[in-house]
């Protein structure tokens, strides 16, 4: 894997401008964020309300940070800019990604940061979380790669002042099943949730 792969030029122009709008826009609080580590390999996990919410993730560290992101994005339009900033492509109809997942655990093994959402769509229903699926936690049990659970709650709009990402532990899921490890992660982005105003 080349250093131009790991870190897209193109990522760091779009993240540096996207911090600057965020921060005039929507005025985010960031909890937690010095639990995303500063070097080594790490998946981050959380919530799914919004479009933009990769892009808070982003602007949460100075790393790159590989979202997996819809198939339909890549091929679209705009599949340049996807491909570009380094997102990992996502088969959202198939009933297994393993193309994605194996090039997820190859950013992994790279020290790299991976961002999922394991509800693997957006939420527009009233429920608190979607069920789970088990890419993440699978990810990092074969890398070997702690997860760092986060919570995104409030609205994307001008001055909001509500909008609010919250990070968690770091958790080590090596000595669980996928099964136990994908209940503990959904657990504690719960509770994160619950715990924001």
Known sequence: MTERQKNPPLY???????YVLFQVV??????????IPKTG???LAGNHKHALDPILVDCCTNRTVHTLAKKELHDGVFGWLFRGVGTIPVDLHAAHNPAALDCSVAYLEND???N???EAKRNYTDQL?????????VMAKRAQSKIIPYAITGDYRFRSRNLQIKFGEPLDMTALTVEEANVLLYETIRALLMEQP
């Open 12 to 18: 760091k122009m779009i993240r540096a401008l996207f």
């Open 26 to 35: 929507f005025t985010p609080r960031m909890i937690g964020k010095e639990r």
């Open 41 to 43: 390999r790490a998946v």
């Open 112 to 114: 790299c940061i991976i």
């Open 116 to 118: 999922v959402s394991p």
């Open 129 to 137: 979380l979607l069920p789970f699926k088990y890419g993440a936690v």
